[in-house]
C-alpha cells in the first residue's frame, strides 16, 4: 500500500505481514528528507494504523540505508519564509504527523540506520522504542539554519532525553555517532550493521508476543500518569482493572502457572 | 522481629542493629515471589520504621541469593481473576505498601542480588539507592501474563528511570542484566557478587554518617520539588531554614572548620 | 573589568573577548569557595550579560584549577548560624544568582576542572552545557556539615540529573570523579585535562555558529514546555515563528542552500 500521491518526489509506504506494519519513509537520492507531501501521508498512515486493532506493532524506517535527513530545506523558501507559512508548516503539517505516531496505542518501532537528523530524529524521539545500527548518525543542526526548533517538536525530545540532552542538540548543533545517542538516552539499543535486521525481527518478535491489549494500557498509562497531570479519577482506576475478568489476562496467567505459552486473541 | 503470620509461605522479617534496619523478604524456594501476607507485612513493616526518629537507615534486602521474582502469581487465580479482585490486589495491598517505601522519611537501600523482577523491581525502583551484584537480572515481563503494569505500581518506574525505559521495559517484557540495568538508570551502582557485603557496608556506613535531620529533608524536598507541584509557600520555606539553630547544623559546620568529624545526635 | 569589592578575598570576574564573555570565579588558596560578595557579583555580572544583545555565548571557569569547592565555609557561623541569616544567605544571596545564571537568555558553558562541589555543582547545574577535564571531581558533600540542601539549590540539580541521582548525591555525601558525573547526566562531555582548551574553544566555536535568536528560543522554550507549565497560547505560539520573515532565518536557509556558511546577524 503507498498513500498518497508522489508529493516532491518522496513518499510514505505502509507495508503489511501479519499484525505487524512497517511505515518506510522513502525519498529516493534526498536521504528521506521530508516534504510537506510526505508529512501529511505520515499523519494519515498512522490515522489509519491506530484504527487498526488487530495490529500488535508498527516499525517505522527509512529507505535505502537512512532513516531521514530531516525536513526538505528545498521547500522553505517556497512555503515558510513569513510567519505564516511558518506557523502552517510547523502546526498544521508537522505537529500533526508527530501527534499522530505519539497517540498511536500500538507499540512503535523506529529502526535507524544512516543519517536521523532534525525531522528524522523528531521522528524517531516519538516511537516508543529507538533500535539503531552503529553507524547511525544523529543531531538537530538547525542552529546554522537560522531558527530554532518549532514547540510541538521539541516536546517529543525533551520527554524523551530531558532539557540538558535537548539544549545541547539544539545550542551546538553537532551530529553525532550512535554510541553517543545511546548514553545520551536517545536510543533504546543499538546493534552492528549487519544485525539490523535481526534485532529489528527478535525486536518486533517480542513486541507480538504480549497481551495487544496490555501494551495499549500500559502507553496510555504511561502518559497519563506524566509529570504535572490530574490524578488519576477514581473511574479512571476502575477502567484500569477491567482486564480482569478479560480471556488475555486469565490465558497469561494460566499459560505461566501450566508452563507453556500464552496465546493471545487481543480481548 | 517477624511481623505477621507465615501467609502463603512467605515473610517480611525485620532486623536492627544500632540505627539501621533490615527487612527482608522470604519466601523460599520461591525467589522470594510475594504474597498478598507479604505485601500486607511490608507495609506494616515501613509504617513502623518511619514511625522510628531513631533509625539513621533502612535496607532492603531478599533471602536466599534472590532480591524478589515479584508478586506470587500462584494466587492470581485466587485473588484477582475478576475486576473487584484485581482492584483490591493492586490498590489495597500492593500500592500501600510501595507508598510505605517510598514516603518512608529515612535514607532507603535496596541491595540486589539474583532475580529482581516484576513486582522486585517496584520494590528497587521505590528505594532511594539500588546496589546490586553484577549478576543480578532485571524485567518485568508481564506482557506474557496478559496484564499491564497497575498505575501505582509504574509511578515509581517512570519517576525511576522516565517514559522511554518504562515502555521498553513493560512492551518488550525482556528480561536484562545488571550493566543494562546500570545504563537505564534502574541502578545506583553495581559491584561484583564478592563485594556486594562490603559495598552494602559501606554505603550504610556513608547513609549514618550524615545529620539525620538533613536526610529527611532532602527527601522530602525532592519530592516536593517534583515536577508538576505547587510552588512553595513562605511558611514552608521558613520552615526549610529553622534547621539553621539546630545542634546537628552547628556541630556539622564547627566539627568541618576544626577538622574532625561531625557528632549528630539527629536534632 | 572586575565586578565589586574584594569581599573576603574572592571576586568575580568577567572578561570579554568579541562575543564571548567568560565569568572566572576566583578566590586564591580556597579553591574558589564563594563568598556572600562572590555570589552577590555573580548575580549582578549574569545580570549584566543578559542584557547584553551582542552577546552569543557565556563560559564559565574557576581560576587556578578548580571550579568552585562550594560556599565558603568559613562564613558560616557569622552569617547563617540562625534561621533568619539562613534564609537570608540561601533566598537572598544563593538562590538569585543562580537564577541569574538559569534565565540567561545566551548559551551558557560550564568549563569544569578539579574540584566542582556544593555551591560549585550548583551553578554548573544551571549552565546550559558543562564541559570537563577528566580528573574533576563532583558531590555535595553537606550531609556531614548537619544541613539539608536549600530548595532553591535542589531545583538546578532535580532538572539536570532527576530524583535519585539528586538523593544519592545528598544521602551518601560522597565525591566522585569525572567518568561517573557523565554517567550519571551531570556532565555534558569529558576530555583528558590536555585537551580541555581546545574542546572549550570548539564549544564556543560551535556555540557562536548558530543563529543568536534561536539559541534563545531554543533555552525559552525548552524552559516553558517543562514538565507540569500550562499549556502554550496562540499567543505564544504565533511567537514562536515570528522569526521566518526576519533576515537570519532566510540567511541561514539560503546559505544552506547555497552550500555556504551563513552570516547571522542576530535579528
Not at 494519515?44 to 532513516?67: E, K, M, T
Not at 535486521?197 to 501494551?215: D, F, H, I, W
Amino acid at each position: 500500500m503507498a498513500i498518497g500521491q508522489q508529493g516532491a518526489g518522496g513518499r510514505i509506504h505502509v507495508q503489511r505481514a501479519a499484525a505487524v506494519a512497517t511505515v518506510l519513509l522513502d525519498h529516493p537520492g534526498r536521504m528521506n528528507a521530508i516534504t510537506v507531501s510526505m508529512w501529511r501521508e505520515l499523519a494519515q498512515a498512522f490515522a489509519a494504523l491506530s484504527a487498526d486493532a488487530d495490529l500488535r506493532c508498527i516499525v517505522v524506517r527509512g529507505a535505502g540505508g537512512h532513516f531521514a535527513a530531516g525536513a526538505d530545506i528545498r521547500e522553505f523558501p517556497q512555503v515558510r519564509f513569513d510567519p505564516e507559512g511558518a506557523q502552517a508548516y510547523h502546526r498544521q503539517t508537522i505537529a500533526p504527523a508527530l501527534q499522530a505516531i505519539a497517540r498511536c496505542p500500538h507499540p512503535v518501532l523506529a529502526v535507524i540506520e544512516g543519517v536521523c537528523v532534525g525531522g528524522g530524529l523528531e521522528i524517531a524521539s516519538v516511537c516508543d522504542l529507538r533500535l539503531a545500527a552503529n553507524d547511525a548518525r544523529f543531531g538537530a543542526p538547525i542552529n546554522r539554519l537560522g531558527f530554532p526548533m518549532a514547540p510541538d517538536e521539541m516536546r517529543g525530545l525533551l520527554a524523551l532525553a530531558g532539557r540538558a540532552v535537548t539544549l545541547e542538540i539544539l545550542l551546538e548543533g553537532r551530529v553525532f555517532d550512535a554510541q553517543e545517542a545511546l548514553s545520551k538516552g536517545l536510543l533504546t539499543r543499538i546493534v552492528e550493521v549487519a544485525e539490523l535486521e535481526s534485532e529489528q525481527a527478535a525486536t518486533v518478535a517480542r513486541l507480538c508476543a504480549g497481551a495487544p491489549q496490555a501494551a495499549r494500557w500500559n502507553k496510555h498509562m504511561a502518559t497519563r500518569l506524566g509529570a504535572g497531570k490530574p490524578p488519576l479519577t477514581d473511574a479512571e482506576l476502575q477502567a484500569c482493572f477491567a482486564y480482569a475478568s478479560g480471556p488475555d489476562h486469565q490465558e497469561g496467567v494460566r499459560a505461566f502457572l501450566e508452563g507453556r505459552p500464552p496465546v493471545f486473541k487481543g480481548e
